[in-house]
């Protein structure tokens, strides 16, 4: 199976400030998606990419999407307290199943 | 938006008990619904593929006989973990897609903790 990969950092930075987590994945996807989770509770959908898409905006977030380097990046500008969470992306394959990369946990400090 | 349910949110049982999870679609039809578990500070690992109306498809490694799942109407699939032992304790997590849209809607989790 195929699974999405965060880079393995953990992301400490200060309110107001953007913050960048990139996903690289391995074999061929219908679209990739981001989540959020705050500590202990489901998931939150945050935007979805399409495979022949290569740039998406959804309010603060902003989603690229490398089919040839099969990597993606969530970039969120001014970032508050709130913000604070574990970010996951996730590759769609067959018959509509996510594989989930490790995730990357921001801190944003007030 | 699109809102799923877990039930319960918490579960606390003793080794050898039956733990049933229930997920439920409360504002749209999902022909598919998907379990996942999660371990503290991991990823989510995809268990199972619930259709409607028909059996379950299992991941490679996941016991179809130790998790038993159920997806008797549009809105609702179930998921029930057999004879459970502390190496279940996990955090579960369900969605549901709805049949229009390639988006996944996850409920909030059930922490299941086996004594």
């Known amino acids: 199976s195929q699974q999405g990969e965060e880079d393995p950092q953990a992301l400490s930075i200060q309110e107001g400030e953007n913050a960048t987590m990139n996903c690289s994945y391995k074999?061929?996807?219908?679209?990739l998606q981001w989540y959020r989770q705050n500590s202990g509770r489901g998931l939150v959908h945050l935007i979805l990419i399409r495979s022949n898409e290569r740039e998406k905006h959804s309010g603060r977030l902003r989603v690229t999407l490398d089919t040839s380097k099969k990597s993606s990046s969530l970039l969120i500008t001014a970032s508050r307290a709130a913000d604070t969470a574990s970010y996951f992306c996730?590759?769609?394959?067959?018959?509509?199943?996510?594989?989930f990369g490790k995730g990357n946990q921001v801190v944003v400090i007030p | 938006g699109a809102v799923v349910s877990q039930h319960p949110s918490r579960v606390i049982c003793k080794s050898g008990t039956s733990v049933k999870i229930e997920c439920r679609s409360l504002d749209f039809q999902a022909t598919t619904m998907f379990w996942y578990r999660q371990f503290p500070k991991q990823s989510l690992m995809l268990m199972a593929t619930s259709n409607e109306g028909s059996k379950a498809t299992y991941e490679q490694g996941v016991e179809k006989d130790k998790f038993l799942i159920n997806h008797a109407s549009l809105t609702l699939s179930t998921l029930t973990v057999t004879s459970a032992h502390p190496e279940d304790s996990s955090f579960y997590i369900c969605?549901?897609?709805?049949?229009?849209?390639?988006?996944?809607?996850f409920g909030p989790g059930t922490r299941l903790t086996v004594l």
């Open positions: 969605s549901a897609r709805a049949t229009s849209t390639d988006t996944q809607y």
């Open positions: 074999t061929s996807i219908n679209n």
């Open positions: 996730a590759t769609a394959y067959g018959n509509n199943r996510l594989a």
